[in-house]
Structure formats: structure tokens, C-alpha cells
């Protein structure tokens, strides 16, 4: 599991390693335990003087995370010696109603929803503002041109707004990915085989109550070996890993020696090396995409866990607990770091230019051969370009190479340099850069309709 130590703050923030620690554990099982007793209060099924009695030793600092853990061997998890635990701090009248009616897996099952929904929050904060800074860079270099490259190499020109643009479109889809499988999550009470039975005929309204007193969906039934919901939540936190990870790549691929179009942000100590003072590596995207690795990586875990034996899992569901906590914190520590870069972006317009134009024209040789192929027919019109363009690699221009074909010259010779302008072939850059404005301004409301409404709610 992440936690502090020498590695996980390299990938995560601060806010998500507490919240996805032990101690955030530790409250959310507690919580769900007195969520658990308020609600049988509720319905009558036990004495409220108990459930006030453990809703009030149900506080993190009464009882010991490692100790816990270290119990947890003989049961198989942690649920078991604490209920032990507080059975022993709420006394003899309310002891007998602590855990009353629910199975172990009730109790995790929840907690783990709520460490997610929790930390989920850090994690849609970072995202939201990876796509405002991803928005404002595509507004205001919407007219700067530069080098599309597809494998590596110069292709045709682009704009450094569509490419933020693009940026952006990745983390509303991410985003919106993420929020589906957050909707999903649900509470989780059914008792030993998941009937309830042991609440008999009051069952379904405990399970109501306690959903919501822990302000969570009520499932249609419990989801003990129906893992969807997790399984989903997982796949959705690597998609936002990738999605980051895509982002600073382009990035650190951009901040080449020999590129030089853009740079993370500067810092002091930040992209630093211990041999060579002059470097200045782009450590946020080496860690975005170390974390995006890790996260691809640990979703099979969570996938397995779906093939769930009979009414209770042999060894999937105990996989999920550690794994699923560390790619909320992984998948959000991507999303943060992401979001500092790409808010802090030094881009080089400059630079930019002067690459594309490095090739002479020759990024536009697309446009020549489509301005041929009427007069000349594609095949003619293709190799009389191709022509071209290898003369002018010794070089020579590429304008000069393509007027020196008199067939090329009958066609386009008065043209030329107009169809060698980049700024002039930019195809649909402005519609697809409005279009993922537009998206963001959608998304930017229904965040605010959303707030306004939960605010309403409480």
C-alpha cells in the first residue's frame, strides 16, 4: 500500500498518502461501524443508549493501527480484532449490539468506498484543474504553429493549441470515466451469505438507514462477490494515470535538448542530477509516468477479484483492499503533478516556429501532392513531391527542388509559396480547439450545478 516512506511522496501528494493511509482506514471502518449501530437505533433494532455508546468509541485514536494488523493474522482481516476492540471500549450494556447483525466484508466493503469517494475528492480537484490549465493554453496558442510529429517524426503542422486541446478532450474523457464509476459506488450490508438474515424482517430498512447516514448509495441488493463497482473504480483510476502520463510525456519528449519547445516548470532543486549541474530533467513526467505504469499494472488484480467463488471470495476481495488504495493514490499523484506541470508550462513559441521550419516547407508536401493529383494523378503527383523533398535533404529548397520539375511548375508554380505557408494549412484547428472549450465550459457548470447542489443537500 502507498504510504509515507522513501518512495511514496515521489508519486503522490501529502493529502492523498492521509488519505489513503492507515489512519483513513481506521476512521473509515469506524465510521461505518457506528453507521451501522445508528441505523439498527434507528429501526429498534437495538437500544439507542448503545448506539450512542458506540458511536462515541467509534474515534481512530482509542485503538492501534498496527496492533490491529498484526491481530488481523488469525481472522484474515482487520474488521474482526477490531470489533473485539470496541466491544471492549463501549461496555457492558452496549457491547452486545457493537457488529450486531453484519458480516466483516460488510464493514471493508464500506470503508473502502469511503476512502475512495474521500480521496476521490483530491483526486477530481486536481483533474478539474488540469483541464482549466489545459483550456488556457489551447486559447491562447490556438495560432501557434508548430510540428505535428506522428512516430517521432515531423509530420504536417499543427498548432501547440491543438495539442493542448487534445490534452484537454483526454482529461474530461478521464474525468468523466472516473465520475461514472464514482456514481456506482454503493454502501455494502448483507450479512453472513448476504440475505440479512440475521436482521430478519427490518434487514432492507437497516440497510437504507445506513447507507444513508454515511451519505452513500443503497445497492439493489448486496454486492459481496459482485465486484463491478470496484473492478470499474480501478480501470478509471488508470485511465487517469495514462491520461496524465500521456500529457507529461508530451511534455518531456518537447523539453529535449534538441526540441526545446517546452520545459516543466523551474524550481529550485527540481530537475536537478547529482553528476551534472547543468540538467534540468523533467522529473514530473519521469514520476507521472512511473505512477501510470504501476497503475496499469495493478488492475488485473482488481479485475481478478470479479471471478468472486459462491457468497464470499477466497482471496480476491482480500487482494482488492491494499491494491485499490494505491491507485487512488497513484492515479491522483499522476492528476497533481500533471496539473502543476501543465499550469506552470514555460512554452516556446519561438522554438516552434523554427523547428517547423528546419524541414524548409517540407511538412506541407501533403498539400503540394493534393494540389497535383487533379492535373497529374495521385500516384505522378505523389512521386514528383517525393522527388522533391529527398533533393532538398542535401540541402537544397524544397520550393526551389518542386519549381524545378516542370510538371510540378506547369501546376503550382505560380502558387509555391502559398501552399508552403503552415499558418495557412491548418485544417479544422479552430472547430476542434472550440469544440474542446466548449466541452470544458459544459463540464465547468454542471461541476458548479453539482456543488450548488450538494451544498443544498446538507
Not at 469517494?117 to 488540469?130: E, K
Not at 445497492?219 to 496524465?244: E, N, Y
Not at 527542388?401 to 505557408?421: K, M, N, Q, T, Y
Given at each position: 500500500m502507498?504510504?509515507?516512506?522513501?518512495?511514496?511522496?515521489?508519486?503522490?501528494?501529502?493529502?492523498?498518502?492521509e488519505?489513503?493511509g492507515?489512519a483513513a482506514?481506521?476512521a473509515?471502518?469506524l465510521?461505518?461501524?457506528?453507521?451501522?449501530?445508528r441505523?439498527q437505533?434507528?429501526e429498534?433494532?437495538?437500544?439507542r443508549?448503545?448506539?450512542d455508546a458506540?458511536?462515541?468509541?467509534c474515534?481512530?485514536d482509542?485503538?492501534d493501527?498496527?496492533?490491529l494488523?498484526?491481530?488481523?493474522?488469525?481472522?484474515?482481516?482487520?474488521?474482526i480484532?477490531?470489533v473485539t476492540?470496541?466491544?471492549n471500549?463501549?461496555g457492558?450494556?452496549?457491547?452486545p449490539?457493537?457488529?450486531?447483525?453484519a458480516t466483516s466484508?460488510d464493514i471493508?466493503d464500506?470503508?473502502?468506498v469511503?476512502?475512495?469517494?474521500?480521496?476521490l475528492?483530491?483526486?477530481?480537484a486536481?483533474?478539474?484543474?488540469l483541464?482549466?490549465?489545459?483550456a488556457t493554453?489551447a486559447?491562447?496558442?490556438?495560432?501557434?504553429?508548430m510540428?505535428?510529429?506522428?512516430?517521432?517524426q515531423?509530420?504536417?503542422?499543427?498548432?501547440?493549441?491543438?495539442k493542448a486541446?487534445?490534452?484537454?478532450?483526454?482529461?474530461?474523457?478521464a474525468?468523466?470515466?472516473?465520475d461514472r464509476a464514482?456514481?456506482?459506488?454503493?454502501?455494502?450490508?448483507?450479512g453472513a451469505?448476504g440475505?440479512?438474515?440475521?436482521?430478519?424482517?427490518?434487514?432492507?430498512?437497516?440497510?437504507?438507514?445506513?447507507?444513508?447516514?454515511?451519505?452513500?448509495?443503497?445497492p439493489?441488493l448486496p454486492?459481496?462477490t459482485?465486484?463491478?463497482?470496484?473492478?470499474?473504480?480501478?480501470s478509471a483510476?488508470?485511465?487517469?494515470?495514462g491520461?496524465a502520463a500521456k500529457?507529461s510525456?508530451d511534455?518531456?519528449?518537447l523539453a529535449?535538448?534538441e526540441?526545446?519547445?517546452?520545459?516543466?516548470?523551474?524550481?529550485a532543486?527540481r530537475?536537478g542530477?547529482s553528476a551534472?549541474p547543468?540538467?534540468?530533467?523533467?522529473?514530473?513526467?519521469?514520476?507521472v509516468s512511473s505512477a501510470a505504469?504501476?497503475a496499469?499494472?495493478?488492475?488485473p488484480v482488481v479485475?481478478?477479484?470479479?471471478?468472486?467463488e459462491h457468497e464470499?471470495a477466497l482471496g480476491?476481495w482480500?487482494?482488492?483492499w491494499?491494491t485499490?488504495?494505491?491507485?487512488l493514490?497513484?492515479?491522483?499523484?499522476?492528476a497533481?503533478r500533471?496539473?502543476e506541470?501543465?499550469?506552470?508550462?514555460?512554452?516556446?513559441?519561438d522554438?516552434?516556429?523554427a523547428n517547423?521550419?528546419?524541414?524548409?516547407g517540407?511538412?506541407?508536401?501533403e498539400r503540394?501532392?493534393?494540389?497535383l493529383?487533379p492535373t497529374?494523378?495521385?500516384?505522378?503527383?505523389?512521386a514528383a513531391?517525393?522527388?522533391?523533398a529527398?533533393?532538398s535533404r542535401?540541402?537544397?529548397?524544397?520550393?526551389d527542388?518542386?519549381?524545378?520539375?516542370p510538371?510540378v511548375?506547369?501546376?503550382?508554380?505560380h502558387s509555391i509559396d502559398?501552399?508552403?505557408?503552415?499558418?495557412?494549412?491548418?485544417?479544422a484547428?479552430?472547430?476542434?480547439?472550440?469544440?474542446?472549450?466548449?466541452?470544458?465550459?459544459?463540464?465547468?457548470a454542471?461541476?458548479?450545478?453539482s456543488r450548488?447542489?450538494?451544498?443544498g443537500g446538507?
Amino acid at each position: 500500500m502507498v504510504g509515507e516512506g522513501l518512495f511514496a511522496p515521489i508519486t503522490t501528494t501529502d493529502a492523498l498518502l492521509e488519505a489513503t493511509g492507515s489512519a483513513a482506514w481506521l476512521a473509515a471502518l469506524l465510521d461505518a461501524e457506528a453507521a451501522l449501530a445508528r441505523a439498527q437505533a434507528d429501526e429498534g433494532v437495538i437500544p439507542r443508549v448503545a448506539a450512542d455508546a458506540i458511536a462515541a468509541a467509534c474515534r481512530p485514536d482509542r485503538f492501534d493501527v498496527d496492533e490491529l494488523g498484526r491481530a488481523a493474522r488469525g481472522g484474515g482481516n482487520p474488521v474482526i480484532p477490531l470489533v473485539t476492540a470496541l466491544g471492549n471500549a463501549v461496555g457492558a450494556v452496549a457491547e452486545p449490539w457493537v457488529h450486531h447483525g453484519a458480516t466483516s466484508q460488510d464493514i471493508l466493503d464500506t470503508a473502502a468506498v469511503l476512502v475512495a469517494r474521500r480521496s476521490l475528492v483530491l483526486v477530481r480537484a486536481d483533474l478539474d484543474g488540469l483541464a482549466d490549465a489545459c483550456a488556457t493554453l489551447a486559447d491562447r496558442h490556438r495560432h501557434t504553429t508548430m510540428a505535428g510529429r506522428t512516430l517521432l517524426q515531423h509530420a504536417l503542422p499543427t498548432t501547440f493549441g491543438l495539442k493542448a486541446a487534445g490534452w484537454l478532450g483526454g482529461t474530461l474523457d478521464a474525468t468523466a470515466l472516473l465520475d461514472r464509476a464514482d456514481a456506482d459506488l454503493a454502501a455494502q450490508l448483507g450479512g453472513a451469505v448476504g440475505t440479512l438474515a440475521s436482521l430478519g424482517a427490518d434487514g432492507p430498512a437497516v440497510a437504507a438507514r445506513f447507507a444513508a447516514h454515511l451519505e452513500l448509495a443503497e445497492p439493489t441488493l448486496p454486492w459481496h462477490t459482485a465486484r463491478q463497482r470496484l473492478a470499474a473504480l480501478a480501470s478509471a483510476l488508470a485511465i487517469v494515470a495514462g491520461t496524465a502520463a500521456k500529457i507529461s510525456g508530451d511534455v518531456a519528449l518537447l523539453a529535449q535538448t534538441e526540441v526545446a519547445e517546452a520545459a516543466e516548470p523551474a524550481a529550485a532543486g527540481r530537475g536537478g542530477s547529482s553528476a551534472m549541474p547543468h540538467k534540468r530533467n523533467p522529473v514530473g513526467a519521469a514520476a507521472v509516468s512511473s505512477a501510470a505504469r504501476r497503475a496499469a499494472a495493478l488492475v488485473p488484480v482488481v479485475l481478478g477479484a470479479l471471478v468472486a467463488e459462491h457468497e464470499r471470495a477466497l482471496g480476491g476481495w482480500q487482494a482488492e483492499w491494499e491494491t485499490v488504495t494505491e491507485l487512488l493514490a497513484l492515479a491522483g499523484g499522476a492528476a497533481a503533478r500533471t496539473h502543476e506541470t501543465v499550469a506552470g508550462l514555460e512554452v516556446d513559441a519561438d522554438a516552434m516556429a523554427a523547428n517547423l521550419a528546419r524541414t524548409g516547407g517540407v511538412a506541407l508536401a501533403e498539400r503540394i501532392s493534393l494540389a497535383l493529383a487533379p492535373t497529374l494523378g495521385r500516384s505522378a503527383a505523389q512521386a514528383a513531391v517525393a522527388a522533391a523533398a529527398r533533393r532538398s535533404r542535401g540541402g537544397g529548397s524544397f520550393a526551389d527542388e518542386l519549381r524545378a520539375d516542370p510538371d510540378v511548375a506547369a501546376v503550382v508554380g505560380h502558387s509555391i509559396d502559398a501552399l508552403l505557408d503552415p499558418a495557412s494549412y491548418l485544417g479544422a484547428n479552430d472547430v476542434w480547439i472550440g469544440r474542446a472549450l466548449a466541452a470544458h465550459h459544459q463540464h465547468q457548470a454542471q461541476r458548479l450545478t453539482s456543488r450548488a447542489n450538494s451544498r443544498g443537500g446538507r
